[in-house]
């Protein structure tokens, strides 16, 4: 389980709404968007870290869910092709740092893995 025991030095945050309107799954009626469809912080951590976050709402025409880790040892990166945490499909991937960072990525062993 990854664990953050930092605490952020910096946050800032933008909250925007890029639609007026949405249709309703259920009914098909279309009705106001009256809340912030798009939302992105970013922070500093203490150790010197930065974090960023976008949240967008609706369906993406690339990826609806993406969560990348950088490392100083490895990047994961975790995808789904629908935006919810809560719904199967995950797909892991991961490159293991094998060399010292000044190495291209290019020649990292890749170790990709799905899970659902």
């Known amino acids: ?10 946050v800032s945050g933008t909250l925007v709404s890029r639609r007026a309107t949405i249709r309703m799954m259920e009914s098909k009626e279309v009705v106001p968007l009256d809340v912030a469809d798009q939302i992105a912080f970013t922070g500093k951590l203490t150790s010197g870290g930065v974090v960023t976050s976008h949240f967008r709402g609706g369906l993406s025409r690339a990826t609806n869910f993406h969560v990348e880790i950088n490392g100083s040892r490895g990047d994961l990166l975790l995808t789904n092709p629908v935006g919810y945490i809560g719904l199967g499909g995950f ?18 062993t890749s170790a990709p893995t799905t899970t659902s």
């Open 91 to 108: 797909k892991l991937m991961g490159r293991k740092q094998t060399r010292p960072s000044t190495q291209s990525p290019s020649r990292t």
């Open 1 to 10: 389980m990854f664990a953050l025991d930092e605490e952020f030095l910096s």
